[in-house]
């Protein structure tokens, strides 16, 4: 079989992007794209890239997702993250857990189990049985988001989930979303980022997607998979527009997604303010990065 051109996308939420963010927002997606283009240049898996890219931005306190999360109720950081392969649909998920510096990565080792979504305590406990790197769930508050949560400010650019789809020289593609979930969440609630065909979607016959946004908006339309069903007739920009237009026609809220199809052909949409994406392939030199659609 020919090799297919691999192609990396990411995203860093569906938020509003103060200026003083813009640089901060885009230098993140840059090296998580960078990090996920190196094993996809490698010949490494979709899966690998995605997993990748997101660790980079899990460490990144400019995003909601690991390190810097926002914080719930508690003052605690408590994560969802889940991955998808579109070669066999396997999918891993962990959801409301606390001490798990990639929770990225224990998704993706859940891939290959049975049950494959934990929540809470044993999704830590697998983390940790898994050989995963695990703090203190004090550890992923970074001083930013405490004093926010302290002070309960409004503020302006909160920071938010982060995705990212892949298309591997096999053809495979593969999609991933973490998220610190909502800010002043009450514990235990998950939104639909560690939801398959909510937060993401992967199938190597149609396309793959990761969205961003309003949880309780985001499920009852189930916009990964809307988005990937309009990707059946259309172009990739196209369908993740259309996906939009579903969630804000029948729910409100902001949200965005990424989408790629087995072409590699790229699309994105939102209809938050911002949302910083960035993305690779062959004919750049270096990645493309956006704070926004235009
Ligand atoms: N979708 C995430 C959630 O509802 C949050 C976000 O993307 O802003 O947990």
New binding site residues.
């Given amino acids: 079989m020919s090799s297919v051109k691999p192609v990396i996308i990411v995203h860093g939420?569906?938020?509003t992007i103060s200026e003083d963010k813009v640089a901060a927002n885009q230098a993140g997606c840059r090296s998580a794209v960078e990090a996920g283009w190196a094993v996809l240049r490698q010949g490494g898996s979709a899966a690998e890239a995605v997993e990748a890219a997101i660790r980079v931005l899990e460490l990144d306190q400019t995003f909601?997702a690991g390190f810097g999360s926002t914080l719930n109720r508690e003052g605690e950081v408590e994560v969802?993250a889940a991955i998808m392969n579109g070669a066999t649909l396997a999918w891993g998920a962990v959801a409301a857990v606390q001490g798990v510096r990639h929770p990225i990565a224990a998704a993706r080792k859940l891939m290959e189990e049975r049950p494959c979504l934990l929540v809470a305590r044993s999704g830590e406990r697998f983390a940790h049985e898994q050989g995963l790197e695990t703090c203190t769930k004090e550890a992923l508050v970074s001083e930013e988001q405490y004093h926010e949560w302290k002070e309960e400010a409004e503020v302006l650019d909160r920071p938010?989930?982060v995705g990212c789809v892949a298309l591997d020289v096999n053809g495979n593609l593969a999609a991933g979303?973490s998220?610190?979930?909502?800010t002043g969440?009450p514990q235990g609630?998950?939104?639909?980022?560690a939801l398959v065909g909510s937060?993401l979607y992967a199938d190597n016959q149609v396309g793959a997607c990761s969205?961003?946004?309003?949880?309780?908006s985001?499920i009852p339309v189930v916009l990964a998979k809307t988005a990937i069903d309009a990707l059946r007739h259309q172009h990739p920009d196209e369908a993740a527009q259309l996906a939009i237009e579903t969630l804000v026609s029948r729910v409100e809220g902001e949200?965005g997604c990424i989408l790629l199809d087995p072409q590699g052909r790229i699309g994105w949409a939102h209809n938050s303010q911002d949302m910083a994406v960035a993305y690779m392939n062959e004919d750049l030199e270096q990645p493309a990065t956006f704070t926004r659609k235009k």
Avoid: F, L, Y
């Fill in positions: 939420g569906a938020k909601n969802d938010n989930t979303t998220t610190g979930g909502t969440q609630r998950v939104g639909d980022s937060g969205t961003t946004g309003d949880g309780e985001i949200a």
